[in-house]
């Protein structure tokens, strides 16, 4: 997984923000995965298996079922199989940054302005420690 400004990676990227991509190995193409996203994307994280990736994006229309309200980053999480994104950070105003996910995607922690927040799939968000 890395992110690029890179406008020769894929022929439908002309948008001129950072976008994800994934390389499964050495001599392939890489795959976009945030193609067509309207602002730039970054700071991925990977599930072990590839499948679940975890980032930070400005964008505003990765999940076409969540208004984003707030202009800031926010954390994203995408199903590479589904092609379906989630955001993580829903219902948080303010910058959202430097997600790490643990080996199966199941646990996400990430920083919010000043907080370390927890994700943990079936159980939502929480904070983990105020003021950092």
């Known amino acids: 997984m890395f992110a690029s400004l890179a406008p020769n990676l894929s022929p439908g990227d002309g948008n001129g923000r950072h976008d994800l991509f994934f ?21 991925p994280c990977s599930s ?6 975890v980032f930070t994006s400005y964008a505003d229309n990765l999940d076409g079922s969540q208004l984003d309200d707030n202009p800031s980053s926010d954390i994203y999480l995408l ?12 219902g948080l105003q303010g910058a959202c940054f430097h997600p ?11 920083v919010h302005e000043r907080r370390l927040m927890l994700w943990e ?9 105020e003021r950092l």
């Open 48 to 53: 072990a298996d590839g499948r679940w990736v």
């Open 23 to 43: 390389r499964p190995w050495s001599g392939v193409a890489p795959v976009p995965l945030t193609e067509g996203a309207s602002e730039s994307s970054f700071e």
């Open 79 to 90: 199903d590479r199989r589904l092609g379906r994104f989630q955001r993580l950070s829903q």
């Open 121 to 129: 799939q079936g159980r939502g968000l929480r904070v983990l420690e």
């Open 100 to 110: 790490t996910c643990s080996e199966d995607a199941r646990r996400v922690a990430f």
